[in-house]
């Protein structure tokens, strides 16, 4: 009779479950296009509070909105209280002492309203400066201003001083001289102009506002490129951005970048450190030196980034976007090394590691990372460079944007899967990452949706390497066979697709599952998470191989009877509309094509693009060294084998892939007869990251190009 009882029981809580699943609503476009995103989490300096950068669309504005959030841990007012409003406010920082926040942001300042009585005053974006809050309370204000933008900015350790860079200022009457002359032309690259560091004491910012605040300053004063009251101490033929001063303040270390940001020598990209003492002791603008010189650290082919300083005070922590450190240019996944600044020596930590790390902070004892193997991104710790990264993360999913503080043991960061939007997280410890709790709610609507279930799937290449995607189930069909398939490419190409939630209008996997397509995210030869090997298989085919890779997977999901062979499509962005052009000149399987910003020959692309290191590493060198290989892996030349029905997207002032690839290939398609429509977006580059409508409409139509010529009926 018990035995009884308990199995009526379960089967009453199995039923209950079911029900309360199919009972929940599916998310609606609208709803998708609401969720929030995270630009960044910082831990303050006790450990007992967190600053967030939220980004969401604002419809009204036609912006995505940026904007400060803090939570406090023992707040009586509540944990969670929004700190600025003008929806332009991102890269929190705190001061080391915990009494200040400061942030960029282009929000159009009170001097700037208060001066301008043109068209200009219609708008509410200006140049990115520096500001700063009481986390305890009070209104941000600024600290910089003037027409230059603030490329970066550090704090000191004291609190006292805050380091800039900005474009070296002209004078009002040479920038009128300049304008005289030359009038709207552009002298590409002959007007060029590189950084000036500058020192800013912050009493005397504090004081300055006190005493005139921004719309009580001069005339002159709002017209100067110059902040009141700073030195300029240094300066830099390139572009100064990640400045990052030593735990000890004796030295601010940077990264160099091209003034144009495009990728055309290797010397562009490095790590400087500059000296500060000289700095720190000058008590006037006038006691200081000139000059400091900066001193140049690393010497390789490699894009580095996201810089930290090491507790030793001698080595800075760095990973690579793009390139190698140790030889001639090659694209590796990014693996975290770091640099001894007296020496220059650079070392790699955890060499033994497949994938790449992600995220990284450091503490005290140990450096503590989010790293990728396949599809999942878990948390890592490391106390040497020798040592193997231990996985101290209990979940599956993805971390992201680790935060920790020097006096305190606890760690925030990003946390998603994809039945699990994601929010930001607390743990009190790296020991007790198991028990970490949500501290923001921003996504809570979809855990009230019935969101799509998926899994990995891995299949055979024909040269016998194993390759793995994921596969996401329409609801309630979770594990279901002949399904409709999108198959759906990811960009990069050093990019992979996983368990992670995101909903934008780039991934918007979980939509179109929605909307009853299993959608198919192939991690093909060139994407992360499965080796430097593996990543480098797409050199010098760029699209072939990783193209074989994709249709075998798509033959083995047929083959399996999970995909229905007569209700395929594809589509992708960036890479991934690279191989989506590719795949429809390659296969006539497709019922239908959704490609954006990707590119159907290599030679103008080559010219165009702002990452050429990798454009001539992936085809075996430039147009002129390589002319077959340009000519082999380009779309154009094979799409007369187009007959799929295709959707294209692009963004006006793309530089990355440029439009007129997007022209190129819709000329192409139009002149075979094939059915096709082409979106341009006003104002945008590569990310649709201006106007939230335009990466709306862009879903809207490609999920209505689906179903219309896919075959699967609408909300199926």
Known sequence: MRFANVVLLVFSLSVGTFTFAQNKPKITLDEFFNAVSFSSVKLSPDGNSVVIGTERA????????????????????????????????????????????????????????????????????????????????????????????VHDFAWSPDSKTLYFATRDTWSKERKDEYRKQWKDV????????????????????????????????????????????????????????????????????????????????????????????????????????????????????????????????????????????????????PHLYWVDSESGAVEQWAKDFVGPVEHYDVTPDNVLGSARLGTEVQMYLASKPDESLHQISAWKGTYASVSTSPHSPHVVFLYSSLDKPEEVYLADSTADMSRARPITSFNKLFTERDLPQGKPYRWKADDGTMVEGMLIYPPGKFEAKNLPMFTFIHGGPADADGNHFEADWYQWGILAATNGWLVFEPNYRGSSGYGDKFLAQIVPVIVSRPGKDILEGVDALVKDGIADPNQLTIGGYSYGGYMTNWLITQSTRWKAAVTGAGAVEHVGNWGNDDTTFDDAYFLGGRPWEAPQRYHDEAAIFQINKVRTPTHMVGGADDIRVAVLEDYLLEHALYSLGI??????????????????????????????WLQKYGGVPAGQ
């Open 58 to 149: 604002d419809w009204e504005r036609q912006i995505f909105s940026k904007n400060l959030w803090l939570y406090r841990n023992d707040a009586a007012s509540g944990p969670l209280v929004q700190l600025t409003q003008s929806g332009h406010d991102t890269d929190p920082k705190w001061s080391p002492d915990g009494r200040w926040i400061a942030f960029l942001s282009d929000r159009k300042s009170d001097a700037e309203d208060a001066d301008d009585n043109d068209e200009s005053d219609k708008k509410d974006e200006g140049v990115d400066q520096i500001y700063l809050i009481d986390p305890r309370g009070g209104e941000a204000f600024a600290v910089t201003s003037g027409g230059e933008e």
């Open 186 to 333: 552009v002298q590409y690259r002959n007007e060029e102009r590189g950084d000036t560091v500058f020192a800013l004491n912050l009493s005397d910012a504090v004081a300055t506002h006190a005493a005139a605040p921004a719309k009580a300053r001069t005339k002159a004063e709002k017209q100067s490129d110059v902040t009141q009251g700073t030195r300029a101490f240094a300066k830099s033929p390139w572009r100064v951005e990640q400045l990052l001063t030593s735990p000890d303040g004796s030295k601010l270390a940077f990264m160099a970048n091209p003034i144009n940001k495009r990728e055309e020598k290797f010397d562009d990209y490095e790590i400087y450190v500059l000296d500060l003492h000289n700095v720190a002791r000058a008590p006037s603008p006038a006691d200081s030196k000139s000059e400091v010189e900066s001193r140049r650290l690393t010497h390789n082919q490699a894009v580095e980034h996201d810089l930290h300083w090491a507790n030793d005070n001698r080595h800075i922590f760095f990973t690579i976007d793009v390139g190698d450190v140790s030889g001639p240019y090659r694209d590796l996944q």
């Open 675 to 704: 059915p096709n429509a082409l979106l341009i977006f006003p104002g945008e580059g590569h990310s649709l990251s201006k106007n939230p409508w335009h990466g709306k409409i862009k879903v809207r139509e490609e999920l209505k």
